[in-house]
């Protein structure tokens, strides 16, 4: 067995691996019988994987199937506790990120590792810095070497502009970028695309075929099952810690389901509608704030799924954020059964029975830190408080009550919201707002990052919800998701609500043809107006 981070060869471990010609279909690594356990839980049992130069190898299983923690072993974030892993047909052991990055594993984590206090070309080479004869850091060969990274991935940033000011997006492909630096023979890309538009997947998937086609060998881990007969080679598929199948890539998406869950999904969007929805329990009129959105106006009736459409930058989670109160608005009106919020004001949003699932479930909907029980019954602190104690019994009640109910796996209630699986944390965050006694609930992205059984899971709560009176109101980039699960869509675009659609002659085409002849209407009217101004410059008049 090779310990690669010992100090003895090091460097010639890291020559022979920079010098490998990597034939096509050469292995490249190996995972055996791999065993993992956590207190009370075994994430991994025995899993098996291969892979190969000059492929894509998607990795397939529901949330806490164990996928994160393999990707954690060959990370070097944590060490088997049985079996064994081999690097182009030797035993290894990697005990950290530096030992993996030495046998040419680089890894995309969903969860971002940049620093936001440093700016885009200092995370893209952090601790990798080039530097000058004296040994400083050579500014202008790092802003280079950035810059170059960048225009590779399609991100038009300065490589000085602080992580902190990007949007996920930007993260997202800065996280790529990073990776890429690393000239890696073996690139691990967990749900890469997850909080990117279709035009940077599309980006990412010419960069991933061109890595395959330089013998690079890729394992992509994905929720989306289109993408694997998109980009994938062959797929291994995980369940309950143990893989259970490898198959090709061209294997249908019914059985590729089967596979993960262990039984069939016929409906993949079971949305049963109630009947005749009740009175309005959300009214929105005229809202607007400079820069964002404008002369926004709607209603969700108790009982009813609307669902807000767009392209991204269209406003959605903007107006979201606006309802509840976690941002100010200029002018319009919030009303809620009746009786109209402050503005900016989540405490009175949450009295009247708002709750807001956040499209950042990690940084805005959970306390990562705290204990599950904590983060369920955060937003009823004030029901479960006594003369300013907190009636711990009476929260863990609830809590477990909820959890049972949501079916969220775990190994105990005070273990950290952190240790969850992405699937876990989103029952979680939706957990908080049923025992806060949501009547309106907002979903922001409530699926995403999430696999095909715990969707499913949240959609038949949905249909609990509005059969019990409430109201959704679902945002979501994924119109297959918001056209089978909504009563009426709304279309947004440029920060205005530019039409209706009502679930029975709502399409995919529809929507896109609503929000993409408001964008090319609002861009040609910014260019005649431009022209205008042009052309008032130019003459003598005045």
Same mark, same amino acid.
């Given at each position: 067995?090779?310990?690669?981070?010992?100090?003895?060869?090091?460097?010639?471990?890291?020559?022979?691996?920079?010098?490998?010609?990597?034939?096509?279909?050469?292995?490249?690594?190996?995972?055996?019988?791999?065993?993992?356990?956590?207190?009370?839980?075994?994430?991994?049992?025995?899993?098996?994987?291969?892979?190969?130069?000059?492929?894509?190898? $998607?990795?397939?299983?529901?949330?806490?199937?164990?996928?994160?923690?393999?990707?954690?072993?060959?990370?070097?974030?944590?060490?088997?506790?049985?079996?064994?892993?081999?690097?182009?047909?030797?035993?290894?052991?990697?005990?950290?990120?530096?030992?993996?990055?030495?046998?040419?594993?680089?890894?995309?984590?969903?969860?971002? =590792?940049?620093?936001?206090?440093?700016?885009?070309?200092?995370?893209?080479?952090?601790?990798?810095?080039?530097?000058?004869?004296?040994?400083?850091?050579?500014?202008?060969?790092?802003?280079?070497?950035?810059?170059?990274?960048?225009?590779?991935?399609?991100?038009?940033?300065?490589?000085?502009?602080?992580?902190?000011?990007?949007?996920?997006?930007?993260?997202?492909?800065?996280?790529?970028?990073?990776?890429?630096?690393?000239?890696?023979?073996?690139?691990?890309?967990?749900?890469?695309?997850?909080?990117?538009?279709?035009?940077? =997947?599309?980006?990412?998937?010419?960069?991933?075929?061109?890595?395959?086609?330089?013998? =690079?060998?890729?394992?992509?881990?994905?929720?989306?099952?289109?993408?694997?007969?998109?980009?994938?080679?062959?797929?291994?598929?995980?369940?309950?810690?143990?893989?259970?199948?490898?198959?090709?890539?061209?294997?249908?998406?019914?059985?590729?389901?089967?596979?993960?869950?262990?039984?069939?999904? =016929?409906?993949?969007?079971?949305?049963?509608?109630?009947?005749?929805?009740?009175?309005?329990?959300?009214?929105?009129?005229?809202?607007?704030?400079?820069?964002?959105?404008?002369?926004?106006?709607?209603?969700?009736?108790?009982?009813?799924?609307?669902?807000?459409?767009?392209?991204?930058?269209?406003?959605?989670?903007?107006?979201?954020?606006?309802?509840?109160?976690?941002?100010?608005?200029?002018?319009?009106?919030?009303?809620?059964?009746?009786?109209?919020?402050?503005?900016?004001?989540?405490?009175?949003?949450?009295?009247?029975?708002?709750?807001?699932?956040?499209?950042?479930?990690?940084?805005?909907?959970?306390?990562?830190?705290?204990?599950?029980?904590?983060?369920?019954?955060?937003?009823?602190?004030?029901?479960?408080?006594?003369?300013?104690?907190?009636?711990?019994?009476?929260?863990?009640?609830?809590?477990?009550?909820?959890?049972?109910?949501?079916?969220?796996?775990?190994?105990?209630?005070?273990?950290?919201?952190?240790?969850?699986?992405?699937?876990?944390?989103?029952?979680?965050?939706?957990?908080?707002?049923?025992?806060?006694?949501?009547?309106?609930?907002?979903?922001?992205?409530?699926?995403?990052?999430?696999? $095909?059984?715990?969707?499913?899971?949240?959609?038949?709560?949905?249909?609990?919800?509005?059969?019990?009176?409430?109201?959704?109101?679902?945002?979501?980039?994924?119109?297959?998701?918001?056209?089978?699960?909504?009563?009426?869509?709304?279309?947004?675009?440029?920060?205005?609500?530019?039409?209706?659609?009502?679930?029975?002659?709502?399409?995919?085409?529809?929507?896109?043809?609503?929000?993409?002849?408001?964008?090319?209407?609002?861009?040609?009217?910014?260019?005649?107006?431009?022209?205008?101004?042009?052309?008032?410059?130019?003459?003598?008049?005045?």
């Amino acid at each position: 067995m090779t310990g690669v981070n010992d100090d003895a060869g090091t460097d010639a471990d890291a020559d022979a691996h920079a010098d490998a010609v990597d034939a096509p279909g050469r292995e490249l690594l190996r995972v055996e019988g791999v065993v993992k356990t956590f207190p009370g839980v075994r994430a991994l049992d025995g899993v098996s994987l291969s892979v190969r130069a000059g492929e894509v190898h $998607v990795l397939l299983g529901e949330n806490g199937a164990g996928k994160s923690t393999l990707i954690k072993l060959l990370a070097g974030a944590h060490r088997p506790d049985a079996g064994r892993i081999l690097a182009d047909g030797e035993e290894v052991t990697i005990r950290s990120g530096r030992d993996a990055e030495r046998l040419g594993i680089a890894t995309i984590h969903q969860e971002f =590792t940049l620093v936001p206090g440093l700016s885009v070309a200092e995370n893209l080479f952090l601790g990798r810095q080039p530097r000058t004869a004296l040994g400083l850091i050579d500014r202008r060969a790092l802003r280079e070497r950035a810059a170059a990274l960048l225009r590779r991935v399609r991100l038009d940033v300065p490589p000085t502009t602080p992580v902190s000011g990007l949007g996920v997006a930007q993260r997202q492909m800065v996280e790529i970028a990073k990776a890429l630096s690393l000239d890696a023979r073996v690139l691990i890309m967990d749900e890469p695309t997850a909080v990117l538009t279709a035009e940077e =997947t599309a980006t990412l998937f010419g960069i991933v075929r061109e890595l395959r086609a330089a013998g =690079t060998g890729i394992v992509f881990i994905t929720h989306h099952l289109e993408e694997i007969t998109a980009l994938g080679d062959r797929v291994t598929v995980l369940r309950d810690g143990r893989s259970v199948a490898e198959v090709p890539a061209s294997t249908p998406e019914d059985e590729l389901i089967h596979l993960m869950v262990g039984r069939d999904i =016929t409906d993949r969007y079971p949305r049963e509608r109630p009947g005749e929805p009740g009175a309005p329990l959300l009214r929105v009129r005229g809202l607007t704030r400079r820069g964002a959105f404008a002369d926004v106006g709607f209603e969700v009736r108790a009982g009813e799924v609307v669902g807000l459409a767009g392209l991204v930058g269209a406003g959605r989670t903007e107006v979201a954020r606006a309802v509840f109160g976690a941002d100010r608005y200029d002018a319009g009106t919030v009303e809620v059964d009746g009786g109209r919020l402050p503005p900016g004001d989540v405490r009175a949003a949450m009295r009247a029975g708002v709750g807001l699932v956040p499209e950042d479930r990690k940084g805005q909907g959970l306390v990562l830190g705290a204990s599950l029980d904590d983060n369920l019954t955060l937003a009823r602190l004030d029901r479960d408080t006594r003369l300013g104690l907190v009636d711990r019994r009476a929260q863990r009640r609830a809590a477990t009550a909820v959890a049972d109910r949501l079916k969220v796996r775990h190994s105990g209630l005070d273990r950290e919201a952190r240790t969850l699986s992405g699937g876990n944390q989103q029952k979680i965050v939706i957990g908080k707002w049923l025992l806060a006694g949501a009547r309106l609930l907002i979903l922001d992205e409530p699926t995403r990052g999430i696999d $095909v059984g715990a969707k499913v899971e949240i959609y038949r709560l949905v249909n609990e919800l509005t059969a019990a009176g409430h109201a959704v109101l679902l945002i979501s980039s994924d119109l297959p998701e918001v056209l089978g699960m909504s009563d009426r869509v709304l279309v947004m675009a440029q920060g205005r609500l530019v039409g209706e659609l009502p679930a029975a002659t709502a399409t995919q085409d529809a929507v896109m043809e609503l929000a993409i002849r408001q964008n090319n209407h609002d861009e040609q009217n910014i260019q005649d107006k431009s022209l205008d101004e042009s052309a008032m410059e130019g003459s003598d008049v005045g």
